[in-house]
């Protein structure tokens, strides 16, 4: 892919969430910090932009891409109904590190996900959703070369990826530094397929 020019800005710059939402709605792509560990985002809606991620990482295509929102009515546009335990779980454990597979609305493009379902999930992390709030729910994949070790900071950040994506939002080491705990509630009980900070015990027990 052709170089970019990689900027980088603190989360303490008053112009970081404007400077992103600019770069955000041009088509491009921004790494940032979240609870668990650093995001590449791109406007979800924009499928030119969500290939950007991919070329980014060098990520296969045919790994779907979750999304991030700044609370749950936020992602009510991505999924295609929501039941009652995914909402059990998204009172519960939202914002936290918990990503939940739901049915797929017709608004989220094949290139993020070009499976009937989609990830989704709400950071706890101020900063994150400040930015979510004013660009929207994004396209968001972790901030690494695909195959690599996820990275917690914005060095760790800058080390993979510069030249590959247009701006880099230092916020520190991430407070997680591990991915989130993915789970399936698209069948009838749901289903574990990442293990993360959020064990499994905790999620069957707030379902019961």
Same mark, same amino acid.
């Not at 041009?26 to 910090?33: E, K, L, N, R």
């Not at 195959?147 to 900071?153: A, D, E, H, I, L």
């Given at each position: 892919m052709?170089?970019?020019?990689t ?5 303490t710059d008053?112009?970081?969430?404007q400077l992103?939402?600019?770069i955000l ?15 590449l985002?791109?406007i ?6 969500v ?5 980014a ?11 991030l ?7 009510a546009e991505?999924?295609?109904g929501?039941?009652d ?5 998204a009172?519960?454990?939202w914002?936290?590190p918990?990503?939940? $597979?739901?049915? !797929?609305a017709?608004s989220v493009p +094949?290139?993020?996900?070009s499976?009937?379902?989609?990830a989704?999930r %709400?950071? =706890?992390?101020?900063f ?11 396209a968001?994949?972790?901030a690494?070369?695909s ?8 060095q760790?950040?800058?080390?993979? $990826?510069?030249? !590959?994506?247009?701006?880099i939002? +230092?916020g ?9 705990t %993915?789970? =399936?509630?698209?069948?009838?009980k ?10 499994l ?8």
């Amino acid at each position: 892919m052709p170089a970019v020019k990689t900027q980088v800005v603190s989360t303490t710059d008053k112009n970081a969430v404007q400077l992103a939402l600019q770069i955000l709605q041009a088509g491009g792509v921004v790494a940032f910090p979240t609870d668990t560990v650093y995001g590449l985002g791109a406007i979800y809606s924009d499928p030119d932009a969500v290939l950007k991620l991919y070329d980014a990482k060098d990520r296969p295509g045919e790994k779907a891409i979750p999304i991030l929102g700044a609370d749950l009515d936020s992602l009510a546009e991505v999924a295609a109904g929501l039941n009652d335990a995914t909402r059990l779980l998204a009172k519960k454990f939202w914002p936290g590190p918990l990503t939940l $597979l739901v049915p !797929r609305a017709p608004s989220v493009p +094949d290139e993020v996900s070009s499976y009937s379902t989609v990830a989704v999930r %709400v950071p =706890d992390l101020a900063f994150t959703r400040d930015l979510l709030v004013v660009c929207g729910p994004l396209a968001v994949t972790s901030a690494n070369l695909s195959g690599g070790k996820s990275t917690c900071s914005a060095q760790e950040v800058f080390l993979d $990826l510069n030249g !590959r994506v247009d701006l880099i939002i +230092d916020g520190g080491i991430t407070p997680g530094g591990t991915a989130s705990t %993915v789970i =399936d509630c698209t069948a009838d009980k749901p289903i574990l397929l990442r293990e993360g900070p959020i064990a499994l015990a905790e999620i069957e027990k707030a379902l019961h």
